[in-house]
């Protein structure tokens, strides 16, 4: 249990500081129209995660390894049986979705796309 509250802490922490930009993440496949695997790095730790069956959705895998390369976490995602579970299902797959914007970067790129097709309007919505 007291690993279960620490992954949850980890993997809150790890969606604030993706949606404040202070993480990077990158993709780790070679198919970037796939929402598959992503990954990012941060003081002496290396995260992945993905959708295990490469479609974006559940089941997602997240791993934690140390600075020597040493996997040190691993949480899937998991049936329900409590409220701890659904948190943790919850909590994976808001993080592979925050990943996925960021390494794509799709945000500015529809930020972008607004400003382009708004000036083409000459009409701001």
Same mark, same amino acid.
Do not use: C
């Given at each position: 249990? +007291?690993?279960?509250?620490?992954? /949850?802490?980890?993997? #809150? /922490? /790890?969606?604030? $500081? ?5 993480? !990077? ?6 198919? #970037?129209? +796939? ?11 290396? *995260? ?5 069956? &490469?479609?974006? $959705?559940?089941?997602?895998? *997240?791993?934690?390894?140390? &600075?020597? &390369?040493?996997? %040190? ?6 049936? +329900?049986?409590?409220? %701890? ?8 797959? !808001? /993080? ?12 500015? *790129? ?6 382009? $097709? !708004?000036? !083409?309007?000459?009409?701001? *919505?």
């Amino acid at each position: 249990m +007291v690993e279960d509250v620490r992954q /949850l802490k980890i993997l #809150r /922490l /790890l969606i604030s $500081l993706t949606q404040a930009r202070k993480i !990077e993440w990158e993709s780790a496949t070679n198919n #970037r129209h +796939v929402p598959g695997r992503y990954s990012a790095s941060i003081a002496d730790a290396t *995260f992945s995660i993905w959708s295990k069956d &490469g479609d974006g $959705l559940h089941p997602y895998i *997240f791993e934690m390894y140390n &600075g020597e &390369g040493d996997q %040190v976490g691993l949480v899937r995602s998991r049936p +329900v049986d409590s409220a %701890v579970d659904q948190e943790m299902n919850d909590l994976i797959q !808001e /993080l592979h979705q925050a990943a996925h914007r960021n390494a794509t970067n799709i945000d500015a *790129f529809l930020d972008h796309l607004i400003e382009e $097709l !708004e000036r !083409e309007d000459g009409s701001p *919505f």
